[in-house]
């Protein structure tokens, strides 16, 4: 695989985030980022959670590597990182977007195919830092025969699957470490399914504490055309915030 030659290794504009509502109208075009994977999450949210939470040379997780996002973002702030996805498409681009050479980009990658919900690999209380994006369910699915694709269930199915998610980061957290979760609602039959406060309280009773809720916005939910028609039709509102969930591992 060819290294990857790079022309800018950080955003322009970047300052650390300092309240609870988050807002990033730019992708990010630093590094080897770039959108093409459908429902990965801007670069600023790992580059905001990794600076905040862990310190270089740290070892942070994400079991959702998905695009790689979080792999890219902790290499190049010094950070080693363990990526884990189960679908291979996620995988090769992985380790495609992790290719690259630059002397300041100290963070050292391994990746692994594996299920989020047995991390057997990893030991007890040996990760510093947690930050991952999974799926909302079968908002998109990203495999159709995928035994550990959590993006093939439904809501229902999706969270009890999460449990387990949850008790493996509980497992392999060191104590008075951070474990930062990006997640989305839904709707059924228009009205709102919190998912996100459901994945939340999976979390406490894995034995988390909560240390911050952000609100994340969108920017790729204009009321227009279709959506804007059938919003006023059936009156309803189209979502336009997630939530980022910080839990810290308490002794």
């Known amino acids: 695989m060819e290294t ?80 884990v996805d189960c679908n291979d498409d996620a995988l090769n681009r992985c380790k495609e977007k992790v290719n690259f050479d630059y002397p300041d980009a100290r963070g050292r990658v391994k ?27 079968n908002i998109i699915k990203y495999s159709d025969e995928i035994a550990e694709d959590l993006s093939r269930l439904n809501v229902r199915d999706f969270l009890e699957q999460m449990r387990p998610v949850a008790d493996e980061c509980y497992r ?24 996100s406060f459901e994945v939340m309280q999976i979390f406490k009773d894995s034995g988390f504490i909560l240390k911050e809720v952000i609100i994340k916005q969108q920017h790729n939910c204009r009321a227009t055309g279709y959506w804007k028609t059938n919003s006023v039709k059936y009156n309803f509102l189209l979502i336009a915030h997630e939530y980022l969930f910080v839990f810290k591992k308490i002794k």
């Open 172 to 195: 392999v957290l060191k104590k008075e470490k951070f474990c930062a979760v990006l997640m989305g609602d839904t709707r059924q039959k228009g009205c709102m399914i919190p998912m």
């Open 4 to 83: 990857k030659k790079i022309k800018k290794w950080q955003p322009d504009d970047f300052e650390l985030e300092m309240t609870t509502h988050w807002s990033f109208p730019k992708r990010g075009d630093w590094a080897t980022h770039d959108a093409k994977w459908r429902g990965n999450w801007s670069p600023y949210i790992p580059r905001n959670i990794i600076l905040r939470y862990s310190n270089e040379g740290d070892l942070v997780l994400d079991q959702f590597a998905g695009g790689g996002t979080t792999l890219v973002e902790a290499k190049l702030l010094n950070r080693d990182i363990i990526g």
């Open 111 to 137: 990746i692994y195919k594996g299920d989020a919900r047995n991390l057997y690999f990893l030991q007890d209380e040996s990760i510093d830092l947690i930050c991952t994006h999974p799926p909302y369910a």
